[in-house]
């Protein structure tokens, strides 16, 4: 059974318009990720909540935000995506964040923009 | 800044052979270290973790991983290979008291033939 759960599992948008990805999860996990994954490359951080507290990290670009309404729903907005925005977007959560728990990942959405 | 280095991109490796996939990392403190692994269509789970302990860490299906301090090293290790096995390998770090940060290397792709 899915825990972690993405929508769409692809997703096509136009260069520069509004796009929101969504991520779902059903552990109760106090952390949600964001990452981003282009091709051939290291899935990289874009932020996390930890409850409702937002981090996010320094390099990454004003155009992504995120919300996170409640426990189980976390989104990722890209205000106007670019054509360097094309990337695998993976939801992860984790129970707290000392650093030596496990990150439990969903299936991701991959973003085209045409 | 923390990096991670996979060695190997990509591997191919007959079934029954031995593999070992290189991962160095930077960061002068303690660390927390992980091997992902995606296999083809899902989405990244955890293989194995080191926070402590042990050196010497088992995972799943077979897996383990030798942390070396002095090497900054972690590898993945199995004695013989299936091609079940063909999946992207992930080694990540993340700094001991972190935020739950990983910092991914950029993937080892194992291709097993039967």
């Known amino acids: 059974d899915a825990m972690v759960i993405q929508n769409p599992r692809y997703q096509v948008t136009q260069f520069g318009k509004p796009v929101t990805l969504s991520c779902s999860q059903t552990l109760n996990h106090n952390v949600m990720y964001w990452y981003q994954q282009k091709s051939s490359q290291a899935p990289k951080l874009l932020f996390h909540y930890y409850d409702k507290d937002f981090n996010n990290e320094a390099d990454t670009p004003d155009n992504f935000q995120s919300r996170r309404p409640n426990t189980s729903f976390c989104f990722l907005d890209i205000r106007s995506p670019g054509l360097g925005d094309a990337a695998m977007y993976l939801c992860?959560?984790?129970?707290?964040?000392?650093?030596?728990?496990?990150?439990?990942f969903g299936s991701g959405t991959q973003l085209s923009v045409l | 800044a923390q990096s991670v280095s996979q060695h190997n991109h990509h591997v191919i490796l007959s079934e029954a052979a031995s593999l070992e996939l290189g991962c160095n990392y930077s960061y002068g403190g303690t660390v927390n270290l992980f091997w992902y692994v995606q296999y083809p269509g899902q989405h990244l789970q955890l293989l194995l973790k080191y926070f402590s302990g042990d050196p010497l860490v088992k995972g799943i299906k077979g897996f383990e991983a030798e942390f070396i301090k002095s090497k900054f090293s972690f590898n993945l290790r199995k004695p013989s290979v299936q091609w079940s096995d063909t999946a992207e390998y992930f080694c990540?770090?993340?700094?001991?008291?972190?935020?739950?940060?990983?910092?991914f290397g950029q993937g080892t792709t194992l291709q097993v033939k039967p």
């Open positions: 992860a959560t984790s129970t707290i964040r000392t650093g030596s728990e496990k990150l439990f």
């Open positions: 990540a770090v993340n700094a001991a008291g972190n935020t739950g940060k990983l910092i």
